[in-house]
């Protein structure tokens, strides 16, 4: 296992990241859309650097079977039905092929968000196949598979504190 990003340099982006989405957020409400399981360890990293009116909540999203035909995914645990007035952040581990953020912002949208922003631990835009960026991002990386600060290969690895890579 390589070290791509230490636990030192995510911690240290996490913290600008959190100044910056308190300052941006300022004076109003914000809700912290924490995709599991993936995302768990960046977001309470993050979420401990963000201060104002927060609140957490979490949601899962599955699966690959209907994604490739229809682009749609199920979401498996879900925020209320109505979601008027309320600012969202989601918070993923990696955007990759933008399907999941695509369709998760998009169906956010529709049911009334006030806002729907998106954060992203690790992006890796030369995968990209729709038309999506997160708003905040930790750390923009090549085409690598990678694992540790919550990210699996196979439901392992997550809890390594670092981002790492096998050779
Ligand atoms: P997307 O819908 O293609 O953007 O996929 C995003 C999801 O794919 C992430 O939430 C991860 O679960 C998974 N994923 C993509 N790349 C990696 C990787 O390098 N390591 C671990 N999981 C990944
Ligand atoms: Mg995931």
């Not at 956010?108 to 806002?115: D, H, L, M, P, T």
């Amino acid at each position: 296992m390589k070290v791509l990003i230490s636990e030192e340099e995510i911690e240290k982006r996490l913290e600008e990241i959190g100044k910056q989405i308190s300052n941006d957020y300022k004076g109003k409400e914000l809700t912290l859309v924490v995709t599991l399981k993936g995302a768990i360890i960046a977001a309470s990293t993050l979420a401990k650097r963000i201060t104002g009116d927060v609140t957490i909540e979490f949601i899962k999203v599955s699966s690959y079977e209907k994604k490739e035909s229809t682009g749609e995914l199920k979401i498996e645990l879900d925020l209320d039905d109505d979601l008027t007035g309320k600012n969202l952040l989601i918070i993923e581990d990696i955007i990759d092929t933008g399907t999941t953020l695509y369709y998760l912002k998009n169906n956010y949208i529709n049911r009334n968000a006030e806002s729907v922003k998106i954060f992203a631990l690790l992006d890796k835009p030369s995968r990209r196949i729709k038309d999506i960026e997160a708003d905040y991002v930790g750390f923009t990386i090549e085409n690598k598979f990678v694992v540790g600060y919550g990210l699996d290969y196979e439901e392992k690895l997550r809890e390594l504190p670092y981002i790492g890579y096998i050779e």
